[in-house]
């Protein structure tokens, strides 16, 4: 969905696990259900929503600062109907390298993409609240959150960025 978005002319990047952020606003969010072993997918069902051609008036009003679209981030409208074929188009092309060889160039790509690696941010994972670091994204998708008591890996939660990493 990143790479379709960027082929688009928007500069979509990854909010682990499943938003797509442009402008730090969300353009796009994915939901994922499936049924695997270590070595099959058995099935997958993706959910997916993409704010395509919306003004910035048709958000609601407590969303206007935190959504954004298509529209809004190239400021033109797109053709819905090319921007799907793109999405599916880059979804088979993933799947298809994931059959070949593997979650290691999926990871290294949502890495490059990746808006919350290097980020200070707050997970709430069942009413429990970690924050620190986002560090990395390891070999089975989960997120390595850096805090007070060490590396914590994160299967699922909601990430709330907090700020850019200082450096130096």
Partial sequence: LCD????????AGIKWPNDLLASGRKIAGVLTELAAEPDRVHWIVLGVGVNV???PEDFPEELRGSA???LVERGQPAPRALLAAACFT???EWLDRHAEEGFGPVRDAWRERSVTLG???RVTVEGRELS???EDID???ALLVRGP???ERVLAGDVTLLRPLRSG
Avoid: D, F, K, Y
């Fill in 132 to 134: 620190g670091i986002a």
């Fill in 4 to 11: 379709a978005l960027r082929q688009a002319g928007v500069g």
């Fill in 90 to 92: 880059a979804i088979e």
């Fill in 149 to 151: 008591s060490g590396v």
């Fill in 119 to 121: 980020r200070e941010v």
């Fill in 139 to 141: 070999e089975g998708g």
């Fill in 53 to 55: 051609n919306a003004r």
């Fill in 68 to 70: 954004t679209s298509v």
